[in-house]
């Protein structure tokens, strides 16, 4: 039996990974960790809630941490937790360096002090800054890092963060960075729900101006199976890209909502860019198929009308969520 504490245990990706691993892994011992901030849903567990340790805490409380450690005798950290929303990053940055930077480092010092046997990071692909529209590179694992926003920067200080605590100390670390995650329980703030959520009540989508900038996208459950692959075979100290391949622009993904849910093409209205809008990225996720084996399983338009649909299905999960959000797209007057 392996014990892990899931951090971000409440959010969209942290709560897939706990459902994910409760199923697939049911002798294991999950605690799920989380401070429950504007887009922590402590409903998204509630399916697993009889097969897991709840707590409601924050990563940087080193004692805190320290001591579900030891109590629960953790061998594997999963770090899921971060603000994550690049709007609310232009809008306020500090509470980004706080929570991805400095957050991740008091996580990491726990470890240290306790010792586990891996600590394994979620980064993202925006680390690396954008590429152009017609670019034929990817970014590799050996990429440097060129931060453009806030959130992208407290990522990249994130990993830092994290390669530092494995050279210097000697912490078993592991870090994948993944392209855009979607699927159900996401926030409603983010763009496929929130163009799902307002296409429901037939209101506007907010498309940007930049319309033809594109994602690379990788449904959440691909995600999980991917870190645990890491997991269970990748090499401590080491990077693996978690990317499919499949890229939409934010366009097209306003099209795929009103399609499947057969709305018009009037619903679209176009805004102005956030500023540091990035253009593009894409990632070589050579390393992960090769050496661990991992491969997608779930086609992009397939899952994401998959999703389209769960949303109309549960209205009742995301109706209370629309007004928690601190982020109004098109008003960048505070930053």
């Known amino acids: 039996m392996t014990s892990l504490l899931v951090t971000g245990a409440a959010g969209f990706i942290g709560s897939h990974f706990v459902r994910y691993w409760a199923d697939a892994h049911p002798d294991d011992n999950l605690v799920a960790l989380d401070a429950l901030t504007y887009a922590g849903v402590t409903a998204n567990l509630d399916a697993v809630r009889d097969r897991i340790t709840f707590v409601h805490g924050d990563i940087g409380d080193t004692p805190l941490v320290s001591g579900l450690l030891e109590q629960h005798h953790v061998d594997v950290v999963v770090n899921f937790a971060a603000e994550s929303h690049n709007s609310l990053a232009v809008l306020d940055p500090g509470r980004f360096f706080r929570t991805n930077v400095l957050g991740t480092q008091a996580l990491l010092e726990a470890a240290r002090q306790v010792g586990?046997?891996?600590?394994?990071?979620?980064?993202?692909?925006?680390?690396?800054?954008?590429?152009?529209?017609?670019?034929?590179?990817?970014?590799?694992?050996?990429?440097?890092?060129?931060?453009?926003?806030?959130?992208?920067?407290?990522?990249?200080?994130?990993?830092?963060?994290?390669?530092?605590?494995?050279?210097?100390?000697?912490?078993?670390?592991?870090?994948?960075?993944?392209?855009?995650n979607y699927g159900s329980h996401q926030f409603p703030e983010k763009v496929l729900p929130l163009f799902v959520t307002r296409a429901l009540d037939g209101a506007q989508l907010p498309v940007y101006q930049s319309k033809d900038n594109r994602r690379e996208w990788v449904h959440a459950v691909d995600h999980c199976r991917a870190i645990e692959a890491v997991l269970e075979r990748g090499r401590v100290g080491e990077t693996y890209h978690v990317g499919t391949g499949d890229e939409a622009s934010v366009e097209q993904l306003a099209d795929l909502v009103l399609d499947e849910l057969g709305r018009g093409q009037e619903l679209k209205t176009t805004v102005a860019d956030r500023p540091g809008h990035d253009r593009r990225y894409l990632l070589d996720s050579s390393r992960i198929r090769q050496e661990l084996g991992w491969e997608p399983t779930i086609p992009f338009e397939q899952g994401v009308r998959d999703t389209i649909r769960w949303y109309a299905d549960n209205r009742a999960w995301w109706e209370p969520l629309r007004d928690r959000s601190p982020v109004t797209e098109n008003d960048w007057s505070r930053s």
């Open 116 to 180: 586990i046997g891996r600590f394994h990071h979620v980064s993202t692909c925006e680390v690396y800054g954008d590429l152009a529209l017609d670019a034929k590179e990817a970014f590799t694992e050996n990429s440097p890092y060129r931060p453009r926003t806030p959130y992208n920067a407290s990522k990249a200080g994130a990993d830092h963060a994290v390669r530092a605590y494995h050279e210097t100390f000697g912490v078993p670390i592991s870090i994948t960075n993944c392209a855009n």
